[in-house]
């Protein structure tokens, strides 16, 4: 039997989690809550070096992503390895998801909004779509991949889903205290930002962050669309 966790964070890509919810993470852990990772592709499309391999580009970026979860505490990351840009709205990529929720039942889910318009990478809308579908209604339903019932894998129901990059937020959570550990994280992903300068890279994010918590009572902020699961 797995522990569950409190929240579980599903990412399109390593790297994508840092940018959208490690604030909150690292605020999350400080707590007590238990954090899983489910990082859904591999990553292996995103650079614009002419002689890295895909294989080894996939290689660096799980270790960057095991790097980054250990700076904020991150208890467990679990890599689904699907191609990066190949990520499809199939039932099994649902079903792996469906079992991960039953497995580690978490409360809170968080992911990437799949209803942003316009310029949003595929797999981020595919990874939000089919994290929504997983978690509502076929994690709940115990006729829904019955085979799941064979492994011991009740249904499972979670309380509210949290998606980064919205363009409807009506939830913003303080990360002003936690905001050095997002960038910690963020900078363990070497194949990604290196080429942008450290304090160029800071100062975009703070300022991004403060955006994020103007109108609120606290300095900087990450922010989501919130819906409670009501079933």
């Known amino acids: 039997m797995v522990e569950p966790v409190q929240v579980m964070v599903v990412t399109p890509h390593p790297d994508d989690a840092e940018f ?19 990082v859904c592709t591999n990553g292996d499309k995103g650079t614009s070096d002419v002689n890295m391999k895909p294989e080894q580009l996939g290689k660096i970026r799980e270790k960057e992503q095991l790097a980054a979860a250990r700076v904020l505490g ?11 840009q190949g990520l499809e709205d199939t039932p099994e990529f649902r079903k792996q998801l469906v079992r991960l929720l039953r497995m ?16 949003w990478h595929r797999d981020h809308r595919i990874t939000g779509q089919v994290t929504l ?15 799941l019932l064979m492994d011991g894998l009740q249904p499972h ?8 990059a919205s363009e409807d937020v009506n939830y913003c959570s303080d990360i002003t205290d936690t905001f050095d550990l997002k960038m910690a994280a963020l900078r363990c992903h070497k194949s990604q930002v290196e080429q942008i300068p450290a304090s160029l890279l800071e100062q975009w994010l703070r300022q ?10 606290f300095e900087l902020a990450e922010s989501f669309h919130r819906a409670e699961v009501m079933y």
């Open 74 to 84: 991150v208890r467990e990351v679990i890599f689904l390895r699907h191609p990066d």
């Open 20 to 38: 959208g919810v490690a604030g909150t993470v690292a605020r999350w852990v400080k707590e007590g809550q238990q954090v899983v990772y489910v």
């Open 157 to 164: 129901r979670v309380s509210e889903i949290l998606f980064w």
């Open 208 to 217: 991004r962050c403060e955006a994020m918590a103007e109108g609120q009572d």
């Open 133 to 147: 579908d997983a978690v509502f209604p076929y994690a709940r339903d115990h006729l829904s991949y019955p085979e």
């Open 104 to 119: 580690y039942r978490p409360d809170t889910v968080v992911t990437a909004d799949p209803y942003r318009r316009y310029l």
